[in-house]
């Protein structure tokens, strides 16, 4: 079994709705997103897949969500832009993005800080 990871980041601003603190406040976050893949193969080349399309995937999907207001996507208008649904949402759209691969999308872990972290896995 083979476990790749790559590690890609945004930068944006959100605030949290039902939540007492100051989160509730709008505030902002150099994100950093870890994906996990997984395949019981390799290629004839001996890949799983180039590092290189993996972060040309992610990069895609991080660029919609960077240097914005999160709140305002349409996706966290019915989903609270917490670090676990952000999570979920990288992992549903990097899932898709990779549905004619022979691997298994594992895991995507959303770091607020060095500190702080929340991960998504099906």
């Given at each position: 079994m083979y476990e790749l990871r790559i590690i890609g980041g945004f930068s944006s601003a959100h605030k949290l709705r039902d939540y007492e603190g100051k989160c509730e406040?709008?505030?902002?976050?150099?994100?950093?997103?870890?994906?996990?893949?997984?395949?019981?193969?390799?290629?004839?080349?001996?890949?799983?897949?180039?590092?290189?399309?993996?972060?040309?995937?992610l990069d895609s999907i991080t660029s919609e969500i960077d240097h914005c207001y999160i709140n305002d996507i349409e996706y966290f208008h019915d989903h609270n832009p917490t670090s676990e649904?952000?999570?979920?949402?990288?992992?549903?759209?990097?899932k898709s993005s990779l549905e004619n691969y022979a691997l298994k999308l594992k895991k995507i872990t959303?770091?607020?800080n060095e500190k702080q972290s929340a991960s998504y896995f099906k």
């Amino acid at each position: 079994m083979y476990e790749l990871r790559i590690i890609g980041g945004f930068s944006s601003a959100h605030k949290l709705r039902d939540y007492e603190g100051k989160c509730e406040n709008l505030h902002g976050h150099n994100w950093k997103v870890e994906v996990f893949i997984e395949a019981e193969r390799t290629d004839k080349s001996g890949l799983v897949i180039d590092f290189k399309l993996l972060k040309e995937k992610l990069d895609s999907i991080t660029s919609e969500i960077d240097h914005c207001y999160i709140n305002d996507i349409e996706y966290f208008h019915d989903h609270n832009p917490t670090s676990e649904n952000i999570a979920e949402y990288i992992f549903e759209r990097m899932k898709s993005s990779l549905e004619n691969y022979a691997l298994k999308l594992k895991k995507i872990t959303v770091w607020e800080n060095e500190k702080q972290s929340a991960s998504y896995f099906k």
